[in-house]
């Protein structure tokens, strides 16, 4: 998923929701800032700020990729 196509997600589930940018922001426990930020594609966040934004509007990102399937067999061989 590209930088743009996650910003157009996160508005796009925000005004869903009918939320404000500040209300998404309270019900993450972010600053606007963030919202805005992620808004625009601006890349100045950290994941660990992303992630509340992203479960308050309930999206999850599944990672995919062969690396990523081989990652998961091995963790799942590990963890039995």
């Known amino acids: ?3 743009d196509q996650l910003a157009s997600m996160i508005s796009w589930h925000r ?3 009918g939320l404000s940018q ?3 922001a309270r019900h993450a426990g972010v ?3 963030v919202v ?6 601006a890349g100045r966040t950290t994941w660990a700020r ?3 934004v992203l479960r308050a509007l309930n ?3 599944l990672p995919q990729g062969p ?4 990652w998961l067999a091995e963790t799942e061989e590990a963890e039995s």
């Open 36 to 41: 805005q930020d992620l808004e625009a594609g």
């Open 67 to 70: 690396l990523v399937d081989e």
């Open 22 to 24: 500040v209300d998404l």
């Open 59 to 61: 999206i999850q990102l």
């Open 15 to 17: 005004r869903r929701a």
């Open 50 to 52: 992303m992630l509340p």
């Open 31 to 33: 600053s606007r800032y």
């Open 1 to 3: 998923m590209q930088t």
